[in-house]
C-alpha cells in the first residue's frame, strides 16, 4: 500500500475520520523520527469542510501501537472527541483484529480448546518503565480485567492465523494475553517472537472497527481495513478468513 495518506483514509466527515494506519506511524506521542499521523492528516484535511468546534488536529480516540496496521478513529471537533471517548470507554466500539502467530513450543500454559473457542479473559499489569504489560490468570494490585475473543481462522506452513474481536482495551492487550498462552505475533519481540519483520512492524492488524456517529447516534460507522503490507503471508490469512466464519 502507498504511503500517500489520501488513498488510506477508510471514511470521513466533519466529524471524524478512519484511517489505515502504516506500521511505524504514531497516532499520539510520536518520539524523534517517527511518521506524526495526525499531522499528516491535518494537512491532508486542511481545505475540507470543519465544525464550528474543530481541533487544532484531529485527534485519535483510541490506542494503535507504533508497529501495529489497521484502523484509526481520530475526532475532528471537541463534541465529537467527547462522544467518541465516551463510547470507546463504554465498550460502544467492536473492534477486529487479525493476527498471524507463532505456534505455541510445549509450552503447558497454552491450551488450543481456550484460545480457539472463544472468549479470553486475563488480569493485565502495566510496567511503564519497560512500557509492556503482562497478563496474569487472576486479579491481582493494579492489574485490569481484559477480555477478548479468538478464532483460529487457519493455518500457513509455519504460523497460526487468529481473528480477534478486542472486547476491553487495555495497554498490548492482544500481545500480552497471547504471550500468557505461549503464542506470540509474527515480529513482535518485545512479547517473544523469534525474529523482527524487515520493516519493524509486527503481524497485528486492526481489521475493522464499527462505532456510533458522534453526529447521528442512530447511525453505526463501519470502516473496514486491508493489510497495508501486502504479500504471500497475509494473502493466505486472508483467503483463510474468507473460507470460514466471520465475528458477527
Known sequence: MTNDIAS???????????????????????????????????????????????LALPTAVHRIDVPVSGCVVFARSGEALRFLNTAFSDNGVKKLYWAVVEPPENNALFSADAVFSGELIHWIQFNPQKNKSTAYDEPGPGRKKAVLRCRLAGRG?????????????????????????????????????????PNGGIR??????????????????????????????????????????LFQ
Request: charged share 25%; glycine share 6%.
Open 204 to 245: 497485528l492488524h486492526a481489521r475493522s472497527i464499527s462505532f456510533p456517529h458522534p453526529s447521528n447516534k442512530d447511525s453505526i460507522i463501519t470502516a473496514q481495513a486491508d493489510p497495508p503490507l501486502r504479500d504471500n503471508l497475509w494473502q493466505a490469512f486472508e483467503e483463510a478468513v474468507f473460507e470460514g466464519i
Open 157 to 197: 506452513a509455519n504460523y497460526l492465523f487468529l481473528e480477534i474481536e478486542l472486547i476491553t482495551g487495555r495497554h498490548h492487550q492482544i500481545r500480552a494475553q497471547l504471550e500468557r498462552l505461549g503464542l506470540h505475533i509474527k515480529g513482535d519481540l518485545k512479547y517473544g517472537a523469534r525474529r523482527s519483520e
Open 8 to 54: 488510506r483514509i477508510l471514511h470521513c466527515d466533519s466529524a471524524c475520520v478512519v484511517v489505515n494506519k502504516i506500521a511505524g506511524e504514531a497516532v499520539e506521542g510520536a518520539g524523534r523520527g517517527m511518521i506524526n499521523l495526525c499531522q499528516l492528516l491535518a494537512a491532508e484535511l486542511s481545505s475540507a469542510e470543519l465544525p464550528p468546534d474543530a
